[in-house]
């Protein structure tokens, strides 16, 4: 074959790959609009339990409180269902927290924190963006009511060498609190790479119980829809089951573990000296 026709079927192929490619683009947008819609119908519903649980508000603030915390895990718990998030559990999520507990995971994305939430029966205060304050992902709710409720189970999300002292606060206080262990984020679908603070051994040394979470599969978080779902592995564990005696207070082999832990190929450390 001539090095023209060469060029013609090579350029055939590539117009097919590229039209195959819209094609799927197209088919993907179509089922994100049909999950979008889908939460939308039900919004009324949760926007009648919020102005209920304002009124209840109006005459104890505390049951207002603990009301709101057990709303927003459930609107989420819908949202990540309808958004096409299927998940499995590895070890037990604990039921309940006896004493303030430190949940450990990355910061994969802007949204994990939120996935994390709704897994806890519990109530835990997440590390969350002022953006998604003004969070709205249906037609008819307002986003300034679920930006008022995102506030009372959060606290802002920043790198540990500003937020260590404030997470330390409020586990004194009682609270049980999920930190993001890396500065900005990652994901082991593009970078590869964990960008951790070396501050992340004082976050260990706590005197706290303390459990590491991580999530399998939310890379692809961004193409799922509630037609084309996709499987997210959740593990929790302990930190004495993956910081043993043999491992101790050495930062190399802290350090490597985490990394092997969350799945990711590289570490990038940053010292705050």
Request: hydrophobic share 40%; glycine share 4%; with cysteine.
């Amino acid at each position: 074959m001539s090095v023209e026709g060469d060029s013609k079927e090579f350029f055939e192929k590539k117009l097919l790959r590229t039209r195959a490619a819209t094609q799927n683009l197209g088919k993907m947008k179509s089922r994100r609009f049909s999950s979008y819609l889908l939460f939308s119908i039900l919004s009324p519903l949760f926007f009648l339990v919020y102005l209920l649980i304002s009124i209840v508000g109006l005459f104890s603030s505390s049951s207002k409180k603990n009301a709101l915390a057990k709303y927003i895990r459930y609107y989420f718990k819908w949202y990540f269902s309808l958004k096409g998030i299927t998940y499995y559990t590895v070890g037990n999520i604990p039921e309940t927290f006896e004493r303030p507990t430190l949940i450990i995971m990355p910061r994969y994305d802007m949204y994990s924190s939120l996935f994390a939430y709704q897994l806890f029966k519990s109530p835990v205060l997440i590390p969350l963006l002022e953006k998604l304050k003004q969070f709205r992902d249906n037609l008819l709710i307002p986003s300034k009511f679920i930006g008022s409720s995102l506030k009372h189970i959060s606290y802002p999300d920043q790198n540990l060498d500003v937020c260590v002292d404030r997470v330390k606060g409020l586990l004194k206080k009682g609270y049980s609190v999920v930190v993001h262990l890396n500065q900005d984020t990652s994901n082991t679908m593009y970078n590869n790479r964990l960008y951790l603070s070396t501050l992340f051994q004082t976050i260990l040394e706590l005197d706290y119980d303390t459990y590491f979470l991580r999530f399998r599969g939310w890379e692809h978080y961004h193409v799922a829809t509630f037609l084309s779902p996709i499987p997210v592995t959740v593990t929790i564990s302990k930190k004495e089951e993956l910081m043993d005696e043999r491992i101790g207070d050495n930062i190399v082999k802290q350090v490597a573990r985490i990394v092997e832990y969350f799945d990711f190929r590289f570490v990038a450390l940053e010292n705050h000296d």
